[in-house]
């Protein structure tokens, strides 16, 4: 039931034939992150790499790079798990159904780990500095941990009931840190290690901390589980992976994952903070450098046939996007249960996860209306914004179940905006929340951690015809050029180079609202984006989607065509304007380093290792 650690995975999926090993020697510095992320666009198999530049030990990667490998890889316990799922959205369906959990208990006792005097991973011992030292992108500060699983309990109530799983971003060497002796721990804020450093900082305790990678690939999908706070992911890990995890108890240290490859166990001492980054991250920018933790590393573990298992983040799709649908797929009935009143949500990928949250709400509070508005919408998305990780979320954009066509949801992106713009009234359903807490890695906003957020909530009937051709009396003010139409409603321009400074609006883009609301026509277009590249942005929906919400803070970046203000409400009479310009103050674009591609087409040549695949 389930694989108990990474070579155990490795060849099973090898038996399959969806794993191709390479023995051409490659480098760990930006080679081998670009070969994963060419091979998972091409849907390609996971890879083994035998021989890697200057480190003894292989690396593994795209394990979960398509939908079909990840089922298979948990395909003895996703059914389970799933009806669990659903178990706690309504618990009398046990009562009603036994038959359909009778693998329920057996699923219970697997959540609880197995305490281990010993194990694998406790075989050897090394130094961070032999470790393999994977750099992504060419700006890096260094190389990273990309999968690995930070685990640490409450110095307040220790144990496995108390602790966490999670997957934060672990820098092994650069900048200020003493080789060897220090690593870097970027987590992000709403992450369940906060609750526990800030604990330990009352109590004036180091914080113990232990950083397995590899093992059962259970635990590196419970690492990046959005689970309520209180639940412990190493329970989910067990039931995910069809066995009890094996935890190594060790007098004064926290337990060990007995079946991962390498664990790096160590503490966090308060004021030692240092620089960390730059990194290319899942917006698709750089996330640039700031201080976060340190951690002071006292070992590092090893079992004899340790794989070290990786990924690379950047512009999605990338391999964390099959995450994120998978971890949906477990978690969609939830939704409900979690978040009275909401009955879908979709983090969307294409935007970067948090920039744009879709959802779809009731809207009951006055069912006797001659004409439904957003009322308990309003309440639906004050709600997502207020628990778990959607409270990251930078625009909120929710319609109302009762108005959707049947079969239509907030996973058709191209559908449910066009339903929202047919109905949105601009002067009543925009919410602004200012100078509020935002995602660590958006650089939108007017500081580390600090923006805003918009609900955009829709409800009734259709307002609108959507344009579907520029207008014809469309003069634009000097600068904006190259209207373009997007899709129906949804206008790009190309606007002038960005040169204002952090926290400042732009008079360009407020003369381009005035002169836009002279245009006749122009109210069939009630979204208007304006971008440093206006043939990029309407290419595509995943280009529409990247530009429009990673570059654009909704406070600062949004203009309208007639805007007005009214006792500090917000509104426009023809249409928004979005300024999703690249800004001055904005973290560069990943960009991938040209001669290194060339290195991975010989790869594909024929002949070689990938030919057929890249």
């Not at 992450?191 to 109590?203: D, K, P, Q, V």
């Given at each position: 039931?389930?694989?108990?650690?990474?070579?155990?995975c490795l060849?099973?999926l090898?038996?399959r034939g969806e794993?191709?090993r390479i023995?051409?020697c490659?480098?760990a510095k930006?080679e081998i992150?670009?070969?994963?992320r060419r091979?998972?666009?091409?849907?390609?198999?996971?890879?083994l790499?035998?021989?890697?530049?200057?480190?003894?030990f292989?690396?593994?990667a795209n394990?979960?790079?398509?939908?079909?490998?990840m089922?298979?890889i948990?395909r003895?316990?996703?059914e389970?798990v799933?009806?669990l799922m659903?178990?706690?959205l309504?618990?009398?369906?046990?009562?009603r159904?036994?038959?359909q959990?009778?693998?329920?208990?057996?699923?219970?006792?697997h959540?609880l780990p197995?305490?281990?005097?010993?194990g694998?991973?406790?075989?050897n011992?090394t130094?961070?500095?032999?470790?393999p030292?994977?750099?992504?992108?060419p700006m890096?500060?260094g190389?990273y941990?990309?999968?690995p699983q930070?685990?640490t309990?409450d110095?307040?109530?220790?144990g496995f009931?108390g602790?966490?799983l999670?997957?934060y971003?672990?820098?092994?060497s650069?900048?200020d840190?003493?080789?060897?002796?220090?690593?870097?721990l970027h987590?992000q804020?709403?992450?369940g290690i906060g609750?526990h450093h800030?604990e330990?900082l009352?109590?004036?305790?180091p914080?113990?901390?232990?950083?397995?990678?590899?093992?059962a690939?259970s635990m590196t999908l419970?690492?990046?589980?959005p689970l309520?706070e209180?639940?412990?992911e190493i329970?989910f890990?067990?039931?995910l992976g069809?066995?009890?995890?094996?935890?190594v108890?060790r007098?004064g240290g926290l337990?060990?994952?007995?079946?991962?490859?390498f664990?790096?166990?160590g503490?966090v001492?308060?004021?030692g903070e240092k620089?960390?980054?730059?990194?290319?991250d899942h917006?698709?920018?750089y996330?640039?450098?700031?201080d976060f933790?340190?951690?002071?590393?006292?070992?590092?573990?090893?079992?004899d046939?340790?794989i070290w298992?990786f990924?690379?983040?950047?512009?999605?799709?990338?391999e964390?996007?099959l995450?994120?649908?998978?971890?949906?797929e477990?978690t969609?009935e939830?939704?409900?249960?979690?978040f009275?009143?909401v009955?879908?949500?979709?983090?969307v990928d294409a935007?970067g996860?948090?920039?744009l949250?879709?959802?779809?709400?009731?809207e009951?509070?006055?069912?006797y209306?001659?004409?439904r508005?957003?009322?308990?919408l309003?309440?639906?998305a004050?709600?997502?914004?207020?628990?778990t990780q959607?409270s990251?979320?930078?625009?909120?954009?929710?319609?109302?179940r009762?108005?959707?066509?049947?079969?239509?949801g907030?996973?058709?992106?191209p559908?449910f905006f066009r339903?929202?713009l047919?109905?949105?009234?601009?002067?009543r359903?925009?919410?602004f929340i200012t100078r509020t807490t935002?995602?660590t890695?958006d650089?939108?906003?007017i500081s580390?951690n600090?923006g805003?957020k918009?609900?955009?909530?829709?409800?009734?009937?259709?307002?609108r015809e959507?344009?579907?051709?520029?207008?014809?009396?469309?003069?634009l003010?000097?600068?904006?050029?190259d209207?373009?139409?997007?899709a129906?409603g949804?206008?790009?321009i190309?606007?002038p180079?960005?040169?204002?400074?952090?926290d400042?609006?732009?008079?360009?883009l407020?003369?381009?609202g005035?002169?836009l609301?002279?245009?006749?026509g122009?109210?069939?277009f009630?979204?208007i984006?304006?971008a440093?590249?206006?043939?990029?942005?309407?290419e595509?929906?995943?280009?529409?989607?990247?530009?429009?919400?990673?570059?654009?803070?909704?406070?600062?970046?949004?203009?309208?065509?007639?805007a007005f203000?009214?006792?500090k409400?917000?509104?426009?009479?023809k249409?928004?304007?979005?300024d999703a310009?690249?800004?001055?103050?904005?973290?560069p674009?990943l960009?991938?380093d040209p001669e290194?591609e060339?290195?991975?087409?010989e790869?594909?040549?024929k002949?070689?290792?990938l030919h057929?695949?890249?």
């Amino acid at each position: 039931m389930g694989y108990r650690n990474t070579r155990e995975c490795l060849d099973a999926l090898e038996a399959r034939g969806e794993l191709v090993r390479i023995d051409k020697c490659v480098d760990a510095k930006l080679e081998i992150g670009a070969i994963q992320r060419r091979v998972f666009r091409a849907k390609g198999p996971a890879l083994l790499f035998a021989n890697v530049r200057g480190c003894r030990f292989p690396m593994a990667a795209n394990l979960y790079g398509t939908r079909e490998r990840m089922r298979f890889i948990f395909r003895d316990t996703l059914e389970t798990v799933e009806r669990l799922m659903k178990l706690k959205l309504d618990p009398m369906e046990c009562l009603r159904r036994p038959w359909q959990y009778l693998g329920a208990p057996r699923t219970a006792w697997h959540t609880l780990p197995r305490k281990v005097s010993n194990g694998p991973v406790m075989a050897n011992e090394t130094v961070v500095s032999s470790l393999p030292e994977l750099q992504s992108w060419p700006m890096d500060g260094g190389p990273y941990v990309t999968l690995p699983q930070v685990y640490t309990e409450d110095p307040a109530a220790p144990g496995f009931a108390g602790s966490n799983l999670g997957m934060y971003r672990v820098q092994l060497s650069g900048n200020d840190y003493v080789r060897d002796r220090e690593v870097g721990l970027h987590y992000q804020i709403h992450r369940g290690i906060g609750h526990h450093h800030a604990e330990a900082l009352r109590r004036g305790e180091p914080l113990k901390v232990n950083i397995a990678v590899g093992g059962a690939p259970s635990m590196t999908l419970a690492a990046m589980m959005p689970l309520p706070e209180g639940l412990a992911e190493i329970f989910f890990a067990g039931a995910l992976g069809g066995h009890r995890i094996s935890m190594v108890m060790r007098p004064g240290g926290l337990p060990i994952p007995a079946e991962a490859d390498f664990c790096i166990c160590g503490t966090v001492v308060r004021g030692g903070e240092k620089p960390e980054g730059p990194f290319g991250d899942h917006l698709g920018y750089y996330s640039l450098a700031h201080d976060f933790p340190v951690l002071k590393v006292d070992k590092v573990y090893h079992r004899d046939d340790a794989i070290w298992p990786f990924t690379t983040v950047g512009r999605p799709p990338q391999e964390d996007t099959l995450f994120g649908q998978f971890v949906h797929e477990l978690t969609a009935e939830l939704v409900p249960s979690v978040f009275a009143g909401v009955h879908e949500v979709h983090a969307v990928d294409a935007a970067g996860v948090h920039p744009l949250l879709l959802a779809v709400g009731s809207e009951r509070y006055v069912p006797y209306a001659a004409e439904r508005q957003p009322q308990e919408l309003l309440t639906n998305a004050m709600a997502l914004l207020g628990n778990t990780q959607t409270s990251l979320s930078k625009y909120v954009l929710i319609a109302a179940r009762e108005d959707l066509p049947q079969g239509l949801g907030c996973h058709d992106v191209p559908a449910f905006f066009r339903h929202l713009l047919e109905r949105a009234d601009l002067t009543r359903d925009l919410h602004f929340i200012t100078r509020t807490t935002i995602d660590t890695l958006d650089y939108s906003g007017i500081s580390l951690n600090q923006g805003s957020k918009l609900i955009f909530a829709v409800a009734g009937s259709r307002k609108r015809e959507l344009g579907a051709e520029v207008p014809s009396g469309l003069d634009l003010p000097r600068g904006f050029r190259d209207p373009r139409v997007f899709a129906p409603g949804m206008l790009v321009i190309k606007g002038p180079k960005h040169q204002r400074k952090r926290d400042q609006q732009d008079p360009a883009l407020e003369r381009l609202g005035e002169t836009l609301a002279r245009v006749p026509g122009i109210e069939g277009f009630p979204l208007i984006v304006v971008a440093d590249d206006a043939r990029f942005t309407a290419e595509n929906w995943d280009n529409f989607l990247w530009v429009t919400f990673t570059r654009s803070d909704p406070a600062t970046d949004i203009y309208g065509a007639g805007a007005f203000t009214h006792a500090k409400h917000w509104g426009a009479e023809k249409a928004l304007v979005v300024d999703a310009r690249l800004k001055t103050y904005h973290a560069p674009p990943l960009e991938d380093d040209p001669e290194v591609e060339k290195r991975v087409d010989e790869l594909g040549a024929k002949g070689g290792p990938l030919h057929g695949i890249i």
